[in-house]
């Protein structure tokens, strides 16, 4: 059961990243969010494409920010409205504990990589991103995480038809 403290808090948090939430829980989608974050599972095989920034980057934010923007803008994340999925969750009390999509649009003013990460929905601290978002069509899953000395921005073309998403799925790949 989702609590009113826990859903006020994901909102707040993902505000200060330029991203409103719209509806908090999007059921709506055949790709689980659970599936989704098998994102960094799949490979160029699949038609994953990478932006990868070096940690020693003096403009780390700034360059990530940059390459989400031109994966996600590219890659057709967002709707009519600038509005996506993001995970978010679990929900207090779930059991087993799963995230959930949340249907959301990106404000004028954002910075995913920097305040974004800085309260935990998207990953943190700043510029140490994790978090997976979904066009509402399904088209596009694009997520960030970050690795041993750099961050990876991916994006996957229509993920309900990779073999690791299929799996996060339980469906035969």
């Known amino acids: 059961m989702l609590t009113v403290k826990n859903a006020m808090a994901i909102t707040a948090s993902l505000r200060t990243s330029g991203i409103e939430v719209l509806d908090f829980r999007w059921d709506a989608v ?5 599936a989704a974050w098998n994102l960094s599972g799949s490979s160029g095989a699949d ?10 980057d003096p403009d780390l934010v700034a360059n990530a ?3 989400w923007w ?24 779930e059991v087993p504990a799963r995230p959930h999509w949340a249907r959301v649009r990106l404000m004028d003013e954002w910075d995913v990589i920097g305040a974004g990460t ?27 995480t970050t690795w041993d000395g750099f961050l990876s921005i991916m994006t996957l073309p229509d993920p309900g038809t990779t073999a690791p998403i299929r799996r996060g799925m339980g469906l035969p790949y």
């Open 30 to 34: 055949t790709v689980p969010a659970s």
């Open 47 to 56: 038609g994953r494409d990478d932006a990868v920034i070096l940690f020693g």
């Open 118 to 144: 800085d309260h935990g929905v998207l990953g943190g601290p700043p510029g140490r991103p994790g978090f997976v978002m979904m066009s509402l069509d399904e088209r596009l899953l694009i997520g960030a």
């Open 70 to 93: 031109r994966l996600a803008e590219g890659g057709g994340l967002f709707g009519d409205d600038r509005d996506f999925l993001v995970s978010v969750g679990p929900e207090d009390g």
């Open 65 to 67: 920010n940059a390459a």
